[in-house]
Nanobody, 124 residues
Framework: QVQLVESGGGLVQAGGSLRLSCAAS????????MGWFRQAPGKEREFVAAIISGGSSTAYAGSVQGRFTISRDNAKNTVYLQMNSLKPEDTAVYYC?????????????????WGQGTQVTVSS
């Protein structure tokens, strides 16, 4: 099992940028599909972005396509989420998650390891 710790959240004005980090320990994340999910108050947890194990293929929710970029640095055992052109509707707690191998990138029930989350607040 891999342990995950998110960081980089904070308060930013609409149109601004943030970079979230997900540091992994216990296992090498190169064998994992890594995902970012978010949850706003009163809403279900939703898929944001993923990077697939065994390569560099990525996937994004339509609401963030073109604005967010997921990447990984295997040497640092860290996954990043670069968020640009932030909107108030991006406000949520963002969670990093790991899925051993690859089955599906958008189903949170297939991710076995989760971080504690980091708050992102975008003011209008």
């Amino acid at each position: 099992q891999v342990q995950l710790v998110e960081s980089g959240g904070g308060l930013v004005q609409a149109g601004g940028s943030l970079r979230l980090s997900c540091a992994a320990s216990g296992r090498s994340l190169s064998s994992y599909t890594m995902g970012w999910f978010r949850q706003a108050p009163g809403k279900e947890r939703e898929f944001v972005a993923a990077i697939i194990s065994g390569g560099s293929s990525t996937a994004y929710a339509g609401s963030v396509q073109g604005r967010f970029t997921i990447s990984r640095d295997n040497a640092k055992n860290t996954v990043y989420l670069q968020m640009n052109s932030l909107k108030p509707e991006d406000t949520a707690v963002y969670y990093c998650a790991a899925q051993l191998g690859y089955q599906d990138y958008s189903n949170p029930r297939l991710f076995g390891s989760w971080g504690q989350g980091t708050q992102v607040t975008v003011s209008s």
